[in-house]
């Protein structure tokens, strides 16, 4: 069968159907293409409304992390320095029991060398030398025996009066010294490592009526 010939009406007609056809396609990608943008554009809101909130809950976690380490760091401190400070004391309460041991020993003792000095003092002429020398020579062994343990005696004739030393056994009136001078000694104090085991017992002027 013959095909027909097409009118000039016909022609527009195809034409006109051909854009339309090509309008919709047109029209269809542009359809497509937005509905992908949207798409697009809705994933990356609803990852920024996702993950806004868990990062801030991290930040919270990792400052509350730091938070805790300086914390610990701190108190690592305070205990080492606690230590340190148990050890030190402990270093000197054992240097202090070292040291004063024998105090207690050494008050003992001392009215042993009282006695010494004082014999050697009442001796009289008629005494033997040999008695004499073998009663200083004994003083002098118990005074060596003490200074090697750390002993000192305290003699303060012509001195001050020091009331943490020396104990005032009387005040007499002297115009040929200052008030508070210690005039005469009646018996000797003694030292251990520095620490005060006997204070001397003194007599100390005051000034004349």
Do not use: C
Not at 63 to 78: H, P, T
Not at 107 to 120: G, H, N, R, T
Not at 122 to 127: I, K, L, N, R
Not at 184 to 199: A, E, S
Request: hydrophobic share 40%.
């Amino acid at each position: 069968m013959a095909k027909e010939p097409q009118t000039p009406l016909d022609d527009e007609l195809a034409r006109q159907e051909q854009e339309a056809d090509v309008t919709e396609q047109s029209a269809e990608e542009r359809l497509v293409e937005g509905e992908l943008e949207d798409l697009i554009d809705d994933d990356v809101a609803l990852d920024g409304s996702v993950g806004s909130p868990e990062a801030d809950v991290l930040a919270a976690q990792v400052e509350e992390l730091e938070q805790s380490l300086a914390e610990a760091k701190d108190q690592a401190l305070r205990a080492a320095a606690e230590a340190q400070n148990v050890r030190r004391r402990a270093e000197q309460e054992a240097e202090k029991a070292r040291k004063f041991a024998l105090e207690k020993f050494v008050k003992e003792l001392l009215p042993v060398v009282d006695s010494l000095e004082k014999a050697l003092e009442s001796m009289q002429e008629d005494a033997s030398d040999v008695h004499r020398e073998g009663v200083s020579m004994t003083l002098k062994m118990q005074l060596d025996v003490l200074n090697k343990f750390g002993v000192e005696s305290i003699e303060p004739h012509g001195e001050p009066f020091d009331p943490q030393v020396h104990e005032a056994m009387a005040m007499v009136p002297n115009p040929e010294l200052d008030p508070n001078t210690v005039m005469d000694v009646m018996q000797k104090g003694y030292l251990l490592n520095g620490r005060l085991v006997r204070p001397a017992m003194v007599v100390v002027s005051q000034k004349a009526n």
